[in-house]
Nanobody, 122 residues
Framework: QLQASGGGLVQAGGSLRLSCVVS????????MGWFRQAPGKEREFVAT????????HYADSVKDRFTISRDNAKNTVYLQMKSLKPEDTAVYFC?????????????????WGQGTLVTVSS
């Protein structure tokens, strides 16, 4: 199971930190990812981190504003978001990958959390 939390309402320019706790599977051997889905749009990739945190990759739209990290001792992956924009408004999902290295495509992720809503007001 993946349980995401930390979403909420924030003004443009503000910050939020999302958390995703993983249980019931081997967290430390999987790359993890964050995706988001805005109303009326397809789910899109946001960020990914390798199994040991040594590699990360971001969507261009969030690069230099968002930071993904993980704590394998706590089975938790984080997404620190700053300088938030109204276009960042979406439901954010965490996902566990079938591989260890950073991957972007949703087909590499076989476990998904329930999502947490982030709303950025202008």
């Amino acid at each position: 199971q993946l349980q995401a939390s930390g979403g909420g309402l924030v003004q443009a320019g503000g910050s939020l930190r999302l958390s995703c706790v993983v249980s019931g599977r081997t967290f430390s051997s999987s790359a993890m990812g964050w995706f988001r889905q805005a109303p009326g749009k397809e789910r899109e990739f946001v960020a990914t981190i390798s199994w040991n945190g040594g590699g990360t990759h971001y969507a261009d739209s969030v690069k230099d504003r968002f930071t993904i990290s993980r704590d394998n001792a706590k089975n938790t992956v984080y997404l620190q978001m700053k300088s938030l924009k109204p276009e960042d408004t979406a439901v954010y999902f965490c996902a566990a990958s079938t591989v260890r290295s950073v991957v972007v495509g949703t087909s590499y992720y076989n476990y998904w959390g329930q999502g947490t809503l982030v709303t950025v007001s202008s």
